[in-house]
C-alpha cells in the first residue's frame, strides 16, 4: 500500500445472517426439471436459504447481519461515520442503506447503496478503506446483502438453481498505519458484456397517453451461463495476479482464496491457474448457492467461526459477476 495513507485500515468484526427457509435441489426439482445429481455436478449447490414472508426484505438480513458485527466489536451504533450497503436487490431503487441507518440507530453516520452485483462487497472494502485510509472517517459499516430469489424467473432451469439469499457485515476501523490490513487491490469493469448477466428495466411498447409518455417494468434475472463462467476463470486469476504483484506477494504466500461463492467448478478453476492447493479455498456455496454481493462476508464469516483463519494470515479476495464487474482486495488478517 502507498506510502501516503494518513492511518490504516482493518477488518475488526464480521457478522452474517440468512433466511430460515431452505429449499434443497430435490425440491427444486419438483419445480423444474432438473435433479440434485446435475445441479451439485455443475455447480456444487446442494441447498439455498430463500426469504419468504410477506413484508421481509434484504434490509432485515442486512439488519441481522450489522447487529452482529456491531455487538461482536463491542461497538454503539452512533460510533458508525458511514455505511455502505452493497446490493442489487434493495427494497428501494433510491437506496437502502438509510433504512438499515434508521433500523439499527446509527443516526450520525452517512449511508449510501453500492450496485455492482457480485463484485458488490469487494467494492465496499475498497471503498471504505480509501475514506479510512485518507484520515476522513474512523468507523464504517460494510454490508453485503442480497435477495435474488425476488428476481429469480422461477421456472429458468438455468438460473434457478444458482441463486439464494443472505446478508453479510463488516465493521472496518482506522488504526495505525503499520496495522493496515488493507495490502492492496485491483478492479475491472467490462460494460460491454453487460447484457451476459443482468436485471434489465424493459419499456411497454405501447402508450395510452396523449403525450407518448412510456413505462416500463424491471424483467427476471437473465444471464448466458456458459460466457460467465468462461470470464470468471479467466479474468479472476488474472486480477489475482496483478494484485499481488503490486504489492510483491506471490501466489505461495496466500493463505485463503475467498471467492465470490458463484460455483465450486470455477472456484476450483481459478486456485487451478493460480496453483493455490485446493484446501486453502474457503467454500460454503453447496449451503447457499450464490448469494451475491453476500457471498464474501458470509464465507468469511464462518470461516472465521470454525477458527479456519488465524492472526497474520494473507487472504485474497476476488469478487466477480454482473456489469460485468470483477476485483481482488489483499488484506491481512489482524483480529
Ligand atoms: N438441470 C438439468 N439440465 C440443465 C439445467 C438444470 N438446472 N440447466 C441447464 N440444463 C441443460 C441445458 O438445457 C443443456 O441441455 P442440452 O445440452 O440438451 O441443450 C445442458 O444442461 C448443458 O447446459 P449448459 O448451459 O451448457 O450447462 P453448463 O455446463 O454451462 O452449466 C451453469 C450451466 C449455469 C451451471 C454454468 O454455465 C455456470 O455455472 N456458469 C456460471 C454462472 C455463474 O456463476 N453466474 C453467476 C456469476 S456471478
Avoid at 450497503?85 to 453516520?109: H, M, R, V
Avoid at 454490508?143 to 443472505?166: E, M, N, P, Q
Wanted: aromatic share 6%; hydrophobic share 45%; glycine share 6%.
Amino acid at each position: 500500500m502507498k506510502s501516503s495513507i494518513m492511518q490504516g485500515a482493518r477488518i475488526i468484526s464480521i457478522g452474517s445472517a440468512v433466511p430460515d427457509l431452505c429449499i434443497n435441489n430435490t425440491e427444486i426439482s419438483q419445480i423444474v426439471e432438473t435433479s440434485d445429481e446435475w445441479i451439485v455436478n455443475r455447480t456444487g449447490i446442494k441447498e439455498r436459504r430463500i426469504l419468504n414472508g410477506i413484508n421481509q426484505s434484504v434490509v432485515d438480513l442486512a439488519y441481522s447481519a450489522s447487529m452482529e458485527a456491531l455487538n461482536k466489536a463491542k461497538m454503539h451504533p452512533l460510533e458508525i461515520d458511514l455505511i455502505i450497503l452493497a446490493t442489487s436487490s434493495p427494497n428501494d431503487l433510491f437506496g437502502s442503506a438509510s433504512q438499515i441507518q434508521a433500523k439499527i440507530g446509527a443516526y450520525k453516520a452517512v449511508a449510501f447503496d453500492i450496485t455492482a452485483a457480485c463484485s458488490g462487497f469487494v467494492l465496499a472494502i475498497v471503498t471504505a478503506s480509501q475514506f479510512i485510509q485518507n484520515g476522513s472517517y474512523k468507523n464504517i459499516l460494510i454490508i453485503g446483502a442480497d435477495v435474488l430469489s425476488k428476481w429469480i424467473d422461477w421456472s429458468d432451469r438455468k438460473t434457478c438453481i444458482l441463486f439464494g439469499d443472505g446478508a453479510g457485515a463488516a465493521i472496518m476501523q482506522a488504526c495505525h498505519k503499520k496495522d493496515n490490513a488493507i495490502l492492496g487491490f485491483q478492479l475491472n469493469t467490462d460494460g460491454t458484456k453487460s447484457n451476459q448477466l443482468s436485471i434489465t428495466y424493459k419499456e411497454n411498447t405501447d402508450s395510452h397517453n396523449t403525450l407518448k409518455l412510456f413505462q416500463g417494468k424491471f424483467q427476471y434475472l437473465s444471464m448466458n451461463g456458459q460466457e460467465v463462467y468462461k470470464f470468471a476463470v479467466s479474468k479472476v486469476p488474472a486480477s489475482i495476479k496483478k494484485c499481488l504483484n503490486a504489492i510483491q506477494l506471490s501466489a505461495k504466500d496466500v493463505n485463503w482464496l475467498l471467492l465470490h461463492q458463484a460455483n465450486q467448478r470455477i472456484l476450483n478453476a481459478v486456485a487451478q491457474r493460480l496453483s493455490i492447493d485446493n484446501c486453502k479455498i474457503i467454500s460454503n456455496l453447496s449451503k447457499y448457492g450464490n448469494t451475491s454481493a453476500a457471498s464474501i462476508p458470509l464465507a468469511l464469516d464462518e470461516a472465521l467461526k470454525s477458527n479456519k483463519i488465524i492472526k497474520e494470515d494473507i487472504i485474497v479476495i476476488s469478487g466477480f459477476g454482473a456489469g460485468l464487474t470483477w476485483g481482488t482486495v489483499v488484506i491481512k488478517w489482524k483480529c
